[in-house]
């Protein structure tokens, strides 16, 4: 595909000498200012003159194919190029006709690990609504990834381990008669863990025998470690549900748990670089030399290690299994100041390429409007019930507009979960966000039922015509009105734009760029009557249509949303 950015820098290389002149092209906010432009103040001291003689100047050497940038313009300092939007048509046409489904993928990833660490959720506690954030952010970062080539490896860093599994080894004891844990288990179980908090508050004798289910599960010790597993099974059974309506998948399952016996390591080696420090019992790593003024705790009082500790741990052993180039968490930045200390200690445990790889995609809260949710749990919610009564409503929705519909059940699924999935994904990922469900499944906003049912439009022109006109046979110049020239360039950007969301770790990017494609494909629709008279025209729009089905569906399975054929 024609790299029209790459097109102009080469050519204004050739007239200033500048090497890295493509970084100093920028993409002008305002349209009627060109495609592409140069700010010449930038090079005003380099050059020694003023910007608009630049300009100028460049301007009259510039040697451009007409058919390549049809227009230049000096303005203010800078230099505008106006890219011929026929070639931008010509251009997103062929690359479509050539990769199909593969448009916009690359291989720019080739060779390269990448470790995605999302969901994570702690076994007997409730998946809430934070988890679904990171569950999905995680699920799409990990799509993106692969469609530029990367070879990426999905971690689920389960929360199965800890102190508290002492405690509920205890209440398990004493109240396994009580609770029938074959159904609605996870409650339960966290009905049992308040209930034992509790009562160690009170009790110390009770408390003790809690510390020490702890120190035997940690030796290995058989009737433990039984009904450890067993939480860990009944939450698995859950969590695995919700993560079956989402279709999200893991590579490892590789939780806290899994690094129990790994901590030694950590440890030996944070003495022999002489960092381990004695601090009121425990023994830390003081960060204050890295303007971190809490240090990280390695071990505690009693000996027993704790969360950070499997966390360098982690560090180490996907440092060396995956030699990775990038190891991304998707984590709420509730945890900021832990992932700051974790990643400052790794200094001292991995190489440094692996320390720089290291990265926390933090993400902001997710609350409900009060009053509308039917379950609520404090502020944690049952996430399957949200993901079904999601279903529900866009059944109630369909039922309403499309009664005659097939597969409604399949279609209902699709535009639910894929409006919770956009709802989460449309916001960058540090902003709080509200989940609303009238903003959510609402067919004309800015959501994911509209680009569901953009895309549906795109199908059934399709679908009358029958057959997609090959590339060869089109004539572009039948393209050529403002509608189509727009839709052509929304659909150009692709490529960027799939590179930026990486590159931010934003897929937002990707769900916001979406929606411009789905309106610019509404305008097009609207303004020119694709299935017509003269055939040349009707394969052009077709082809046109064609381009933006792939896209949008493309674009859709990179969120982790499914496209329903009809709605
Ligand atoms: N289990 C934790 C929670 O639910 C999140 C784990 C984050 N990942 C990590 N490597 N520490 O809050």
Redesign the pocket.
Known sequence: MLDFKNIIADEVKKVTNIENIYDYIEVPANKEMGDFSLPCFKLAKEMKKAPQMIATEINDKLNISKEIVSETKVINGYLNFYVNPMAIVKTVLDEIDVKKEEYGSSNIGKGKNIVV?YS???IAKPFHIG?LRTTLIGNSLYRIYKFLGYNTIGIN?L?DYGTQFGKMIEAYNMWKDEYDLSTDPINKMMDMYVRINDLCKKDDAILEKCRENFRLLEAGDKYCTDIWNKFKELSMVEFNRIYDILDVKFDSYNGEAFYANKMNEVVEKLESKGVLKESEGARIVDLSDVGIETPCIIQKTNGSSI?ATR?LA?IMYRAKTYDFDKCL?V?AYE?NLHFKQIFAVAKYLVDEKYVNGLKHVSYGMVSLPSGKMSTRLGNVVKIEELLNETIEKAKEIIEEKNPELEDKEDVAKKVGIGAIIFNTLSTSNIKDQIFDWNIALNFNGETGPYLQYMYVRTNSVLEKVGKIPNASEIDINALNDDASINLAKELYKFNSIVKQSADKNEPYIISKYLIDVAKAFSIFYNENKIICEDKKLQNARVYLTYCANIILKTGASLLGIQMPNKM
């Open positions: 660490e994570s959720p702690n988890h860093h929360g969360y966390d982690a968490y984590v945890q």
